[in-house]
T-cell receptor, first 111, second 112 residues
């Protein structure tokens, strides 16, 4: 089974709105990462948050991590049509130090 | 452009055949990862090499093998191909053993 599970599976919003995507995981982690993938292309690293961090910002992105709930959220503020893509969370479990990806969230931003 | 290159971009082959996918990591990156992405299985980690040594293994079939060469480029060999092996195969690289990964554009494999 997947270590990271994203929620919702698909999200459709209007340009200018905020998009919130959630990720839950099962085992203790070293860090959690978010990636974006445009259709059929390679994944692009967005942000990495370590297990001892609670919140991190990068431009219009805000990531939070709650290790007690084993969950993370990715917030994209003031969304743009160009943000349309699939978003994946990936966790690096303490036990094996390999990155495990969730199934992804499909975000559609309507112009 | 991530700096990771993969060849070929597309590959069409028949069942039972063998193919080799090639990856060149970003300059300075020691870790190389291989992933398979299909509609039904999602993004699956196959294998990781660090500075020439196998470091982690995921859902890699016995028909598949990989290696990392002294110049740090890597090859993924897929043999006795089946229809179900049709997928996008991504290579990624990172500086360390576990850190943010930079993905190549992928190789789309179609087995007919």
């Amino acid at each position: 089974s997947q270590q990271g599970e994203e929620d919702p599976q698909a999200l459709s919003i209007q340009e200018g709105e905020n998009a919130t995507m959630n990720c839950s995981y099962k085992t203790s982690i070293n860090n959690l990462q978010w990636y974006r993938q445009n259709s059929g292309r390679g994944l692009v690293h967005l942000i990495l948050i370590r297990s001892n961090e609670r919140e991190k910002h990068s431009g219009r992105l805000r990531v939070t991590l709650d290790t007690s709930k084993k969950s993370s959220s990715l917030l994209i503020t003031a969304s743009r049509a160009a943000d349309t893509a699939s978003y994946f969370c990936a966790t690096d479990a303490e036990a094996n130090s390999k990155l495990t990806f969730g199934k992804g969230i499909t975000l559609s931003v309507r112009p | 452009d991530s700096g990771v290159t993969q060849t070929p971009k597309h590959l069409i082959t028949a069942t039972g055949q063998r193919v080799t996918l090639r990856c060149s990591p970003r300059s300075g990156d020691l870790s190389v990862y291989w992933y398979q992405q299909s509609l039904d299985q999602g993004l699956q980690f196959l294998i990781q090499y660090y500075n020439g040594e196998e470091r982690a293994k995921g859902n890699i079939l016995e028909r598949f093998s990989a290696q990392q060469f002294p110049d740090l480029h890597s090859e993924l060999n897929l043999s006795s191909l089946e229809l179900g092996d049709s997928a996008l195969y991504f290579c990624a690289s990172s500086v360390g053993k576990v850190s943010e990964q930079y993905f190549g554009p992928g190789t789309r494999l179609t087995v007919t």
